[in-house]
């Protein structure tokens, strides 16, 4: 393991330790480990370093083995903890100053703008750094990455202000640059990346609204740490070279305007609101701090433990310290759907009333038949009520949930409209179906793949306007973006009236990139050849533009609509127009499901996909030539699904006598078969995420839990029948392009699933 890797493991183990008041000592221990880990970086301290970890890591590991107890365990880390310290001092250098204490009020600039830099600077500012070129390099390459995150995410935000995920994402890349930096000793890029953080929080909480110029700040401040980048690497991460280059470079100007920002809006401090008050002198506030840095206790906590406020002085301070209400995520509701929900609940309880009553009357009539045959039918009908009610309930609830998606399509247009502007294009957009309803936390999810695809749609899609008038096309581009339900879902198309996909350029990228094989190029249907656009790295653009080109984007697309049991799809004409096809889920939570049973499993499959079920009579199921199986239903021909195999790669031929059943099921205008056990039928599905070891398999959607307490898996339709068709020569099943092909008149014994 690297060195980086070790410490990840140690504040891994301290955060669940944190979480347990027993451990907090050991937690504290365990935190101290992380930050001696990254003295293995120095020859002078290594062989120190890592007796200390081993003789630490056999305490930790008698602890969890319960050979000692948690008592016995803190005696012997408390004999273990000078160790560590002592390697701290040994490091520090001598001409370090002290650390000034934390004053009370709002902090700015501590130097006027005059000084020179060395002193700003001063003695064992860079002192701290790690002389591991490796590790700095890989440093460098993550700031360069978080920085380009943060800068695409701005040029966003400036179109659209109110995307809060969005100002997440840009806090979580400088949280991620100080952080990393911290762990390295770079001095320089912890405190730009603190203040740049410290101002995004201002920014997340609603303090400042973000505009144009507060971008600029902040584009500043991502140039100046490319810049300390760029040195890093000019110098090849010497760390002689770097303290003397980075001497010379000014970050304070910068973190001095940042701070002018802050102090504006900066929240007053707990000392400092008790001073006001005067409740508590300069001179006790100074002897808090002092003790602040000795312990990992709260201003507060030590204030009231010396006796020199109360809790409720305390407790008064921070109701003044609050000078924002925490953001609350709210969604509006009608009164009528409120007032229906209450009646509803109201008659919960009187069900619940009444089948409390009943059992306890069956308590009373134990040996009264009658009695008891009345109480149980009874509660037969209570039952049934309850049934209705919720779900009733949960019908309502899931309509409470609901928004329409024309927030999305409103901030689309205004996507569009300044992509065109920079590419310089003319553009129409046509919306529809904005007033469609989508799941809250749906819609939240589908902005991002949504806005890369109308990007792409301007960028790749639509000629330019030159080009368009000597195709005979309008000079002006059409993007039309529409939502409507279809089924149980909601269907959201994009579609230009470009230059269409050519096909054949998608192949040659694919051959030169070792993605396909030549000779499977001739079976490939239209839609596997789009299905290549959403590969990762894949891209068809003759050059890489700041829309696009770069082999990002469409995966990303996919992903993210995988993510939410989602499909896209392709349909393109080439030098007509493009369409992108999105199907959706109406929400993430609850589906109607069809339950089937295979080798004592439990699997559902999306109630809409089933079609219907059936018991193969003989003859139906037919050897074709290849050596494949069809069923013959409805004097059509489909493929037969042999389940077992694609979920525990069985495959028996079984008594002919056997009786087969199968489910048949639609995707895409196509019909399949697939053989199963056992039906169990149509049920509400409460959709649960699959665990981290499950998650790539493409077969499954999700999971769930059935009342007997027994789990099932979410079928991805398209996913198995991908998985069918790459088993085909093992399962005997055969995917036909024609389902109408003539099959041998001679039946072959049914075959189970």
Known sequence: MSVLEIKESYLNLQQKLSSDPAYKNISKFVSLLAKAVMKLSQLSLEKDVREVLAAANDILEKLFSETINPENAIVLIDKLTPVVNDIFDRDKKKDKPEPQPEQAGVTVSDSPGDVPLSERYGAGYFGAIVDDKKMLSQLADEIKEHLDTAQFTLVELEYDDSNQENINKVFRSFHTIKGSSAFLGLKNFEEVGHQMENLLVLIRDGKIRISRE???????????????????????????????????IDIFSYIDLIKRILSQYTTKKIGEILAEEGKLTKDEISSILKKQTETDDKFGTIAVR???????????????????????????VSNERLNTLIDIVGELVINQSMLRQIIDIKSVAKDNDKAIDDTETGAEKIISQLEGITTSIKNLVLSMGMVPIAEVFNKLKVVIRNTAADLHKSVIVDIRGEETELDRNVVEAIYDPLVHMVRNAVDHGLESPLDREKLGKNRVGHISVSAEHRGNGIQIMIEDDGSGIDKNIIIQKALEKGLIAEDSVTEMTDREIYNLLFLPGFSTAKKVTEVSGRGVGLDVVRKNIDEIHGKVEVDSVLGKHTRFIIRLPLTLAIIEGFVIEISNNKYVLPFNAVDEILVPRAGQVKMMEDGSRMLYN???????????TIFSGEFTVTDENEQLLAVVISHENKNYGI????????????IKNLGESL???????GGTIFGDGTIGFVVDIEGFLDT??????????????????????????????
Not at 215 to 239: A, C, K, P, Q, Y
Not at 634 to 644: A, E, G, Q, T
Not at 675 to 686: H, T
Not at 695 to 701: A, E, L, P, R
Request: glycine share 6%; hydrophobic share 40%.
């Open 695 to 701: 998650s790539q398999m493409n077969i499954f959607s």
């Open 306 to 332: 010396e006796k020199m406020v109360s809790a409720d002085d305390v407790k008064d301070a921070i109701r003044k310290q609050s000078s924002t209400v925490k953001r609350v995520s709210y969604v509006k």
């Open 214 to 248: 507060l971008i600029d700040v902040i584009f500043f401040g991502i140039d100046l740490i490319r810049n300390l980048v760029s040195v890093m690497e000019t110098l090849n991460f010497e760390v002689a070279h770097l303290r003397e280059s980075f001497m010379k």
């Open 634 to 644: 409805r004097n059509v021909y489909i493929p037969l699904i042999f389940s077992k």
């Open 675 to 686: 053989l199963v056990d056992r039906i169990i039928g149509k049920q509400e599905i409460v």
């Open 724 to 753: 069918a068709k790459s088993k085909e020569g093992k399962s005997g099943t055969k995917f036909q392009k024609k389902g109408k092909e003539e099959a041998k008149q001679s039946s072959v014994g049914p075959v189970r699933g």
